[in-house]
């Protein structure tokens, strides 16, 4: 059982969750209590105020991870960091969204985990120092790396054939990728523009990107949610 500090409260420095944590998810749970080891009974006690679905209401965060781990998608998402690139942590978070098999940090191993509203505690990340260490974890895994970028080159992201197990990597912030990820990318998508702005905000892609993916290999019945 954890404690509320390590599975229910935002932890300082989050600082724009905690306005609203005290008007999202739910209070105490009535009584009688259910029995099931998944429930973590501090949360039962004083209520569930984090950033879950309702399913995994008062939930240990061990018992999240491990359902989450019966369902994980074969896609995996790369992020350099190399300028501590406040997008990283809203990149984790829609990575969490779409239940991704790993979170790649490559470059600096600590990053900006502001936006992440520590949605990193419930998925996989990983650190690799240099492109060449990434590309053989990829490698020994028979993962291809596909890079998002802008780049001479680029197919299309709206037509596109992404594979099913598959990285997508992004450059950091301004910069893109570097001439050394790019070699390391099996090839590269872009996503079609049509304003005067030379790129996307790095989050926002990152989003588009997945749900792009989504749309080739994600079957769920909307009709049943």
Known sequence: MSS????????PGDAPYEEFATSVGVGPH???WPEDERYDRELLAVGDRRNVVDRYRYWTVSAIVADLDTQ?????VAIQNWEH???IGSIVRTANAFNVSGVHILGRRRWNKRGALVTDRYLSVYH?????????????????????????????????SLPERVCLLFGSEGPGLTDEAVAACAY??????AGSTR???AGAAAAIAMYAWGLQWIRTDLSSV
């Open 4 to 11: 509320l500090s390590d599975d229910g409260a935002v932890p």
């Open 30 to 32: 009535p009584l009688p």
């Open 72 to 76: 994980r998608r074969p896609l995996h």
């Open 85 to 87: 690139d406040f997008n």
């Open 128 to 160: 690799h120092a240099s492109v060449a260490e990434m590309a053989a974890w990829f490698a020994e895994r028979d993962i291809p790396i596909v890079g998002v970028d802008n780049l001479p080159g680029s197919h299309p992201l709206e037509t596109a």
């Open 188 to 193: 590269l998508v872009a996503i079609d523009q």
């Open 199 to 201: 790129s996307i905000n």
